[in-house]
């Protein structure tokens, strides 16, 4: 199973929840919301092998961390993974649009500078604007778009752009998740939660929960389940340096 963007220290039980990963052999991408928060999810992390952390600045938290971008550029040469990192244009969030931009712009930049890394990319409300600053820095690495939401041209360019996409139980709750997700190139889709933000039975989901979207995306492009497992198994180790 793979859960490429979860974010593990925000559960109520972190160690638990870990323990649940262990025991069923889940891959585990843990993104972080503020670079203060790295060091402590890469000491909770520890040496698991199948868990990797990434360094992230959510851009929900820009207008009041801010300042922090510094501290996320000065811990890239550590980080192999960035997230999640990205634009939120939605209407609680779009006055800081412009200091998202230039955050964004930031990490994306020093990305480059380092050699690039695989990033976990946020674009709510802001398809166009992400894709824009994609292609002015696409030396910044490997860019896997989480729960995109974009239109169907937007996702037309991500495509052409060579974006990768990360999708999940929750996104496919709804018709316009379900239709963006029938229309990704299955050779670039990873299965996320966005945990414990996600949400089943009013209940996080779990890590390990994330394959439950594959019946759906079976179904919306004819593809069998067991497939699906092979496929995305396949996409995720021909990232470098995932596992």
Known sequence: MIDFHCHIDLYSDPASVLRGVDARGTYVLAVTTTPKAWRGTTKLIGARRRVRVALGLHPELVAQRYGEVALLCGLLPEARFVGEIGLDGSSAHRDSLDLQHNVFERILAASAKHGGRIMSIHSRGAATLVLDTLEKHWGAGVPILHWFSGSHQELERAIAMGCWFSIGPAMLKSRKGREL??????????????????????RPLMPWQAYDCL?????????????????????????????
């Open 215 to 243: 019946t759906e995306l079976g179904a919306i492009t004819g593809t069998e389940p067991d497939e699906l497992k092979s496929q995305i198994l396949d996409n995720l180790r021909s990232l470098p340096h995932t596992i």
């Open 181 to 202: 997700a029938s229309r990704m190139p299955l050779k670039r889709v990873l299965t996320e939660t966005d945990a414990p933000f996600a949400r089943t039975n009013s």
